[in-house]
Every structure is written in C-alpha cells, then in structure tokens.
C-alpha cells in the first residue's frame, strides 16, 4: 500500500480501525487515562468493593490472558506453523506449574516474581507493536533510529517498575536489605525518580522529535498509548498500578483482538457481522477464564495441594503461558493475514 493510499481516512490521531474514539480511548488507552484522577481519590476507592473489582477482572484482565489462547487455537494454519506452541507448550506450562505448586515453598516464589517483573514488560511490548502498527497503517515512516527512540520510550514504565517495585523487579536478583542500606538507598531513591521523570516526559519529547526530523508529526495515538501505560506505574505504588492497569491493559488487549478477529473471519468468507463474531469470541474468552483463573486452582485443591499457593501460581503461569504465546500471534512481518488486517 502506497503512503498516499495509507493515508486516505486518517485523521490526527491515525488511520483508526473503527473510528477515533473507540481507538484512541480503547486501544489507545485514552479511556485509563481518564480513570486515574478518579481511581486515585480516596473517596472514589472506598465505593469500589472487591466484588466490583473481581467482576471487572474476569470481565478485561482474566478474559484477556484466555483470548491469546483462544486467538492461537482459532488462526488458521497454527497448529501446522507452530507445533510447540499449541501442542508442547501446554504441556511443558502444566508440568511446570504442577512441579511450583508441589514445592511451593522453593519454587513459588520464583515463578511469581518471574510473572510479576515480566508483566510491564509485556505491557512496554504491547505499547511499541501497538504504536509501530498505527504508524505503518497511518502511512507514516519509521527509519530505524526513530524505532530504537519509540522502543526505548516505550521501555522507559518497564525500567522504572523494575528498579522501584518490592519483592520482585530489581529486588529478585538483589537483596531488598541491601539495597535499603545508607550507602545505596539514595541512590536507587535518584535513579527511580530520574526514571518517573523521563517516562512523564517520553511521550511529547518523542513527538517532538519524530515531527522535527521527518517534517511530519506522528499519529496522536501513538502518544496515548506510551502516556497510557506509563502513568499507572509512575503514580500508583507498584501493586495497585498492576491491579488496576491489568484491567485497561485487559480492555486494550480485548478491542485490538476482537477487530483482528472479526476481520480475518470476514476475510475468510463469514456472513456474520464483526460485532457478532467479536461477541461470539468474547463469549470463549469467558468461559475459558474461568476455567482457568477458578476451576484450575480448585481442581489442585482437591488433590490435596493449598488454595492459596494454588491460586497464586496458576495465575503466573497463565501470565507467562500468554506472554510466550503473544509473541507469535501478533507477528505481522511473517503473517500474511495479519498484515493483511494492519492494512485494511
């Protein structure tokens, strides 16, 4: 597709795959942009309860994790392309998971914080193909040095997660004591606010920049997007950020999926209308989330393992088990049908 063509239907904010405010404020990540004023005051906390809060992550997050499985097991072609990953990874997360469960005392902890400190990973990941994936579909060029910028800005909430948060990040391979010594807890206090700075300041000082040297600016999204992942982790302490921005990343994650989707079945032939093969998608995603996130942990409970340490690391290994599998399933260089929708 020429530029020209790529261009044709794009607004500021990108050449959308619905429209503007389903991409930007979902997508994109405008709409958590919008919800931390309100999930930062303590008036608005003390009415969510933790009913609300768990339908909401069965409703975005726990969904979320099942429709990478769901998209591997319903793309034409994966279990001829990818052996391992829809026959032999399963079985290898299963045997793994069981070993951790067994003895959990030893080898709990390290898959926990394993999954923890790869989570903002992921989500600095799904940031940058995120943003790549606009910039191509808007028609705008990327030479690599303006890729290297957009990575590292997009990296930048993955560094200062890992350097800040307790029990996991940094504090895995080096000792939390050590680094809460007179001679080194300056310095990391330094080196975290030095990095809350630049990730605050990543998005328009990138814009800025991608508009200088190429003489054109960048989608709108694409500042959205890095701003959107990066705000969760500077103003919330590590774990609430990761309650909370699981639940956008989730919605992110589901709207993306449910265009892609809906516009490969249609592609194939389907009748159906996208949003009916979006809802029929989102119905699988449920139920296998709740197979998964609840009856998984019951069904270890009932051979005599805790309920606990159970739920725990069931839930990082399905984290893992989706970050693994999302390397393959959003590839665009080497999937047709991907590109395909990433130009459509």
Not at 112 to 138: D, E, I, K, N, V
Not at 170 to 196: H, K, N, Q, Y
Not at 333 to 341: I, L, Y
């Amino acid at each position: 597709m020429s530029q020209a063509a790529a261009m044709v239907g794009a607004s500021r904010w990108g050449r959308c795959f619905v429209g503007p405010l389903f991409d930007v404020a979902l997508i994109g990540g405008g709409l958590s942009v919008v919800a931390i004023p309100l999930l930062s005051s303590a008036p608005a906390m003390s009415v969510i309860d933790l009913g609300l809060l768990s339908a909401a992550l069965l409703a975005a997050n726990s969904a979320h994790f099942a429709a990478s499985t769901v998209r591997l097991y319903t793309k034409p072609g994966a279990l001829r392309d990818w052996p391992f990953v829809t026959c032999g990874l399963p079985l290898a997360v299963l045997a793994t998971l069981t070993l951790c469960i067994a003895f959990s005392d030893r080898l709990g902890p390290h898959l926990y914080a394993l999954a923890f400190t790869w989570s903002p990973f992921h989500y600095a990941a799904q940031a940058y193909g995120l943003s790549t994936m606009y910039c191509s579909r808007s028609g705008y060029r990327l030479e690599p040095r303006d890729r290297h910028l957009l990575y590292a800005a997009c990296l930048l909430p993955f560094a200062y997660s890992f350097s800040s948060a307790a029990g996991v990040g940094l504090e895995w391979f080096v000792s939390a004591d050590w680094l809460a010594s007179p001679a080194v807890a300056p310095i990391r206090g330094a080196w975290v606010a030095a990095l809350g700075v630049l990730t605050l300041a990543a998005p328009a000082a990138l814009f800025t920049r991608l508009r200088s040297s190429n003489g054109a600016a960048p989608p709108w999204i694409v500042s959205v997007l890095i701003l959107s992942n990066g705000l969760w982790w500077v103003i919330f302490p590590y774990f609430s950020a990761f309650a909370w921005a699981t639940v956008f990343h989730g919605v992110q994650y589901l709207a993306i999926v449910f265009v892609f989707h809906a516009r490969e079945r249609r592609a194939a032939g389907s009748v159906a209308s996208g949003p009916l093969l979006a809802l029929r998608f989102y119905a699988s995603c449920l139920a296998l989330a709740y197979a998964l996130f609840h009856a998984l942990p019951i069904g270890y409970t009932a051979l005599g393992f805790g309920y606990s340490e159970s739920v725990l690391l069931v839930v990082a290994m399905i984290n893992i088990h989706h970050f693994i599998v999302d390397r393959y399933i959003w590839r665009v260089r080497n999937d047709p049908r991907n590109a395909a929708v990433v130009g459509s």
